[in-house]
């Protein structure tokens, strides 16, 4: 991984994780931080050695949200592009084929709560905190929160955290499905590389179908999600991993799966 500016990059044992460094200004999301991410995430997409990323933010906010004092002066245009800046680096992470942990910190604002939502499970410290407050600021999400925070927590408490833009604790989040699971600050990491090396040692082409198959499926009416199941569970029985899973099952012993 190169170096950037607003990122650090570390991985090991098949395990990546991506930190955004911008702590004097709460690691907030300006358009200089927005394209780094997405020239990494378009490198993480071609390593091979990597099967599972984790997410998380330098200091005390995982993400406080996108660049105010950057947008304070945008007309309607600029909004837009922005917007799609964002939008559209966010649905790279979510696209990615291997699973993606966001390990939240801290503040998780706006568009850090967006990036949170575009990753498949979110694990958060004690202290975090999660919002969507744009209203107070006379917008709205700009990063797709107005489509995943439904999707996620279902519609009637989207609509209440967005409208009211209140703050929630991780204890809060964890209630309504937002948060996967509240550890302490110390564990936060730890916790995650337990969960990450736990998916790693699954048959990975498993795991990348199984994504597949939920995320087409929360996109597609039911007949065609199904279907799209029924495809990718055939596929598996191409591959070695589905032999050897099978077999070490069958044998009482551990699977040695290669990915192919």
Do not use: W
Request: charged share 25%.
């Amino acid at each position: 991984m190169k170096e950037f500016n607003n990122l650090k990059y570390s991985q090991e044992e098949g395990i990546g994780i991506l930190t955004i460094s911008r702590p004097k200004a709460l690691n907030a999301l300006n358009t200089e931080l927005l394209m780094e991410l997405h020239e990494a995430i378009d490198l993480i997409a071609k390593n091979e050695a990597l099967n599972v990323l984790i997410i998380t933010g330098e200091g005390k906010a995982f993400v406080a949200g996108a660049d105010i004092a950057q947008m304070k002066d945008f007309n309607s245009e600029a909004g837009r592009v922005f917007g799609e800046l964002g939008s559209s680096v966010f649905r790279k992470i979510e696209l990615l084929k291997i699973p993606v942990i966001a390990a939240v910190n801290g503040f998780a604002l706006g568009g850090g709560c967006e990036l949170a939502l575009c990753c498949d499970i979110r694990i958060a410290s004690e202290n975090a905190k999660f919002g969507q407050p744009e209203v107070g600021l006379g917008i709205t999400p700009g990063f797709s929160g107005c489509v995943r925070l439904p999707r996620v927590i279902g519609a009637a408490k989207a609509k209440e955290l967005i409208f009211t833009g209140d703050l929630i604790s991780a204890s809060e989040a964890e209630k309504i499905g937002l948060v996967n699971k509240t550890v302490s600050s110390e564990e936060l990491i730890s916790v995650a590389m337990t969960m990450a090396k736990k998916i790693a040692a699954r048959a990975q082409l498993a795991v990348r179908y199984s994504k597949m198959a939920i995320n087409r499926g929360l996109e597609s009416d039911t007949d065609t999600a199904i279907a799209f199941e029924n495809q990718v569970f055939g596929l598996c029985f191409a591959t070695e991993d589905q032999k050897e899973g099978m077999s070490a099952f069958v044998e009482k012993r551990d699977a040695n799966f290669k990915c192919r």
